[in-house]
């Protein structure tokens, strides 16, 4: 027993040649919340944002999300393809954005804005790792309405037939990574950051959180099919995650040390 796909046309509306779909609107509900959450910020009491910093931030990170995706799935998951054909790294409209690259073009982001503006990295990672949960929620939504990155087959009971996915049950990874990335991450550093912390806390549990749930989820996602896994083990999504697990494990904990010596 499974459960089929539910039939979602991915094209929400056309007008001539242009075409709406829901994965470009859950691109724009990530920025419209990025953009709603960092304004409300900067209203409180000694923020220290101003609305146009908050406007250059937000044009810095939509800039690292999508250079930074697109750069990093070409290099992370095509990388022979783009060897024999390098102008494949501008076919956008082939598809392929990947997370690991849109975080470090974000992270790229973070160092130039603060660098700019002479603010701390620290403080600026702070500040925009709660907006990206929900933006994470919104694109995996986006990935489960386009029937791709399906997991692996499976007999549990909430088991789906994908279109494209073959004839077989698999595990609806893409709703596993909006749980999880999205909403479960999202809870966290809401909660972390209404407690005493350094700066650079906030930054670093997001990587630890993002890189141990990826992680986790791998074990059930279907691993890309031109890549497979190394050694049979370990797939590329795992391998990427595991420097965000050690990298946000060790700024914590660099972070919890420096304040005791501050305080000390």
């Known amino acids: 027993m499974a459960l089929q796909f539910p039939e979602i046309d991915p094209i929400i509306f056309s007008i001539g040649p242009l075409s709406v779909r829901w994965y470009g609107l859950m691109y724009l509900i990530g920025f419209a919340f990025a953009m709603w959450w960092a304004n409300k910020e900067s209203e409180k009491p000694n923020s220290g944002w101003t609305k146009e910093q ?47 690259g849109g975080a470090l073009g974000v992270i790229t982001a973070i160092f130039v804005f ?30 489960f309405i386009n029937g791709e990155l399906w997991g692996r087959q499976t007999d549990v009971p909430w088991a789906i037939i994908f279109p494209t996915g073959g004839d077989v049950p698999r595990h609806p990874s893409q709703l596993y990574e909006a749980f999880f990335e999205g909403l479960v991450l999202f809870l966290i550093l809401v909660w972390y950051r209404k407690q005493p912390r350094p700066a650079g806390s906030i930054a670093g549990l997001f990587l630890l959180g ?3 749930f990826r992680f986790a989820i791998e074990y059930f996602r279907e691993p890309d099919a031109h890549i497979g896994l190394y050694a049979g083990v370990i ?28 305080a000390a």
């Open 114 to 143: 603060a660098w700019r503006t002479n603010k701390s990295p620290l403080s600026v990672g702070d500040f925009v790792v709660p907006m990206v949960p929900v933006g994470l929620l919104a694109g995996r939504i986006g990935n």
């Open 54 to 100: 908050v406007s250059d931030l937000l044009f810095y990170g939509m800039l690292g999300v999508i250079l930074g995706g697109r750069i990093g799935y070409v290099l992370f998951y095509n990388f022979n393809k783009f060897l024999a054909d390098p102008i494949t790294l501008f076919k956008v409209w082939e598809g392929g954005m990947s997370f690991h």
């Open 210 to 212: 993002y890189g141990s």
């Open 235 to 262: 797939s590329q999504g795992q391998i990427l995650s595991l420097p965000m697990i050690i990298g946000g494990l060790g700024l914590m904990i660099w972070a919890h040390r420096r304040e005791a010596v501050r």
